[in-house]
Structures are given as C-alpha cells and as structure tokens.
C-alpha cells in the first residue's frame, strides 16, 4: 500500500496528540499542512518562520520520535513556510528551511534564502524617521493602586490585578478580563496594575493601548506592508494591557491577527490583561476562538459602588486635592449620585470649583443645585432590584413569586419582563441580570429578552404592559 504524505503525518499526529496538551496540540499541530513525502523525507507548511521556530524549541524531540516511528532511522523533516509579502516582494514565496545540528529529523536543503538584510523591528508607537528602540509603557502614573478603593463592587478585580502585579503572567488570571459599564474605573485598575508591575518588575516591557489604536496600528502594517513587523513588535511585549476590547467587534482581520499575538504570549507565560464594557458572554461579533480565550483566566465585573464606597472615594479624592468639606455634604453628593466614580468626582470638582470661584462657602444648598445638574444631564441609572419591584408592583404580586420557579405563565411573563428591563436599562452583564433575578444563568435571560421582542410585535395587550412599564421606569 503506498503511503502518501497525508497519511504519514496523520500517524505522527495521533501520536503527538497522545503526548502534549490539547490546547498545545490545537495551536502548534492543526494548523500544519502535510505537503509531500519524498523517500524518508517528509514535506510540512508552517504558517510563519516564527510557527517553525517554536516547533524546533519546544516539540523537536517529539517530531523525531513520531517521524522515526514512520521512516525509520534516516527520517528528515521539511519545514515550508509560508512568507507574508513583507519585503515588498510582489508575489509570496515559499522557503525551505535547513537543519541545524540539532536533530536528525531536518532537511539540509534550501531552496530560497532568506533575505540577507534583517528588516528593523518596526514599533508602531515610535514617529517615522526617528530612532527609538525603547517601549514607552504609554501607562498613566496617575492611576494607582492607592487611589483605587476597594469596596464590594470591585473587591474580585482588584485583588485580581493585585495578584497579577505581584505575578505577571504567573497566576491563573491569564488572561485578566475586567468588564463593567461606564465610568466605573476599568481603565484606571488597568493601569493601576501595569503602573505596579513596572515598579516590582522594571526589566519587563508592559505596554497599554486601547483597542482602537490597536486596530488602527494594525490597518497601517497593512497598508505599508509590514504586517509581520506588527505582529514581531507585539510579541515580545511581557504585559500586554488591552483597553475596550469590545471595539475589535466586526472586525475580522483585527481579531484574527489579536488570535495569533495572543496564543503566543499566553504560551510564553507572558501577561495579558483586558477592559471591556460587556462580559465575554454578551459580545456581539467577536469569533467564537477568541471569545474562548478571554474564558481562560478570569473575568471580573466592577459594579456600581455603594453608599459606603461612594463616601470613602469622595474623601479620598477631597484628601488627595488638599481640600477640606464637611461629612454632611459628602455624604449628600454620594447619596445622590449612583451612576458612576467618574460623575461622583465630576460633582466634587464643580462644587469645589463653584465655590472658589464664586467665593462661596461649601453648603448643601450649593451642593444640591450642583447634584441637580448633574442627576438632569445624566440617564438615571435605574438599578435590579428597583425593575423587579416595579414589574412586580405592576402585576400585584411580590418579589418572591417574581423570582420563583413557578412556571405559571404570567409569573413566567413578568419575569421574563424584569429581565428585559434590567438589559435595557442597567449596563449589569446577563450573567449578573440572570443571578438576581431568581438565580438564573445568562441563557435564561437571553431567552426572555428574544421572547418579549417577539411578543411586544405580536400580541396587543403584552405590547401594552411593556409601554407601561417603560414609562414608570423612565420616570
């Protein structure tokens, strides 16, 4: 029976997958192409030099042991690669890559050399024309550990980014996730532990960028033609900080090189740390690969601070600017402003800023004129538990029954409604809607916000109950 070069590696592979990890063997195996066989030499595409390198580092033994098993002793393996047009050569050409003296399993065979100038390593951060080889973190000082308070909204990810500044790359949080809505100090915490490990760690390059600039940097390597200058310049960065990682949504080529830049960190124990406004479970247009790698380490919600927490941040922020008021107008501002730090400092700085300008004294009469403004030009944020208690008022029943597992079909109705309002009115993920109303998983509330889409389009009186609900909550 003749053996073709497909059913040859096909053996190797069973073997190799019987030895390594599975995730291993998915991200360095199933992409290789067995191209021909040749006496005992077989003929392999890599995907990049960087693909076949790594190959030789961490799995030559292995190859020889699989091949060896295949064609005997004399076995030779033929690494093809794939070149990406970086030099602007016009067509992509193939290289066969020659053995060193390492392995018994390499061709000494050549067919294109590489090009004899190695290409300088392109940073995308670095102006053309001027020459820079350092890695400016591009990470903010300002935001540190110190003046990020913990509270029981955010106390997950920030003992999370604690343990990964302590740790870079070394803990089970790799990847970091930390999601939550606007205003609620994603990026700060982002950060906060960039700005602390270049403090424990100042050997390692860490760098932030938000995902737009990421996208952006990546479009211009196209265009330019150095996409794998892009890629290089990414892979040897330690910590790689991620701001709104949502915005690769749609775009595939962006998430497609993000796979590649990823897979090789993480497999170098490298550091990758994620924001975003949405749980990975509720990103639209984001493959289905990457998605599952965000799932690797740990994704942490910040929520919208407390009462107590809300007080603790404006003293802190009061502390840090010098600036002296008294308990009872910090505890009002907090009070009535729940939305988000961001609105909460916001408020601060104007009453401050009324008050030295227009030499006032701080009092709660200038404070609630402040809150007024900021509470009127800002989308009240209406919590969970208030929807729950407005749907259930709306159908005479109590919360308790709202939150059962009755499967009566009008209690199965305003729960399905609670859960469509909370999606619609709070930035809380589904996972969150879901475990506060009834302890349900995400897939439920997905479920029952389809069903009163469908419902509100076809049935008059279910369209009735969500007008009024939405204009008691719009209140």
């Keep these: 029976m003749s053996r073709t070069a497909q059913s040859v590696w ?19 195996f199933e992409p290789i192409v067995a191209v021909k066989l040749t006496d005992n030499a077989l003929s392999i595409q890599v995907p990049s030099k960087f693909f076949y390198e790594w190959l030789e580092e961490h799995y030559v033994k292995i190859l020889k042991v699989s091949l060896t098993k295949e064609l005997g002793e004399k076995a030779k393996l033929v690494y093809i690669i794939k070149m990406e047009n970086t030099y602007g050569n016009k067509q992509p050409f193939t290289e066969k890559i020659p053995s060193s003296n390492r392995s018994a399993v390499k061709s000494q065979e050549v067919d ?4 004899n100038k190695n290409p300088e390593l392109r ?18 000082p300002n935001y540190s550990f110190e003046n990020f308070l913990e509270g029981d909204s955010n106390r997950l990810a920030r003992s999370a980014g604690l343990a990964v500044a302590s740790k870079p790359g070394g803990t089970s949080f790799n990847p970091l996730l930390i999601f939550g809505g606007v205003g609620l100090g994603k990026t700060h915490l982002a950060h906060a532990i960039g700005v602390d490990i270049k403090d424990k760690y100042p050997e390692k390059t860490v760098l932030y960028i938000s995902a737009e600039k990421f996208t952006q940097q990546y479009i211009d390597s196209v265009k330019k033609n150095n996409r794998n200058d892009f890629i290089h310049f990414y892979q040897i960065i330690d910590v790689l900080i991620i701001d709104d990682v949502q915005f690769l949504s749609g775009k595939t080529g962006t998430q497609d090189v993000f796979f590649h830049i990823f897979n090789h ?10 924001t975003s406004d949405k749980a990975p479970v509720d990103m639209q247009d984001i493959e289905q690969r990457l998605l599952s790698r965000f799932k690797w380490g740990l994704s ?17 922020k009061l502390y840090r600017d010098g600036v002296e008021m008294p308990d009872d107008i910090v505890e009002y501002v ?16 104007s009453l401050i800023a009324q008050s030295s300008f227009n030499k006032k ?9 402040i809150v007024e403004k900021f509470v009127k030009n800002t989308k009240r944020e209406v919590s969970i538990d208030y929807i729950q208690k407005v749907v259930s008022d709306y159908f005479q029943m109590d919360i308790e029954t709202l939150q059962s597992k009755t499967r009566k079909r009008h209690i199965v109705q305003a729960r399905q409604l609670a859960m469509f309002f909370a999606k619609k009115f709070t930035k809380a993920s589904l996972a969150s809607i879901g475990s506060q109303i009834g302890k349900r998983d995400h897939a439920t509330v997905l479920h029952a916000c389809k069903t009163v889409d469908n419902l509100t389009s076809t049935d008059k009186q279910f369209k009735k109950y969500v007008e009024d609900i939405t204009k008691k909550l719009s209140v």
Aim: hydrophobic content about 40%.
């Design 10 to 28: 096909n053996n190797c592979l069973e073997f190799i997958k019987d030895n390594i990890q599975p995730q291993a063997y998915k991200t360095w």
């Design 112 to 115: 294109i050399p590489l090009n």
């Design 123 to 140: 940073n995308p951060f670095i102006i053309p024309g001027i020459r820079n080889v350092k890695i400016e973190s591009q990470l903010n």
């Design 265 to 274: 960190l993480h497999q170098n124990g490298k550091q990758v740390i994620l």
């Design 300 to 316: 942490a919600e910040l929520q919208t601070p407390d009462f107590e927490t809300r007080v603790s941040i404006l003293k802190n």
């Design 334 to 349: 907090a009070k009535n402003i729940k939305t988000n730090v961001r609105e909460l400092e916001g408020a601060i700085i």
């Design 361 to 369: 004294e701080i009092t709660i009469d200038l404070a609630r004129v």
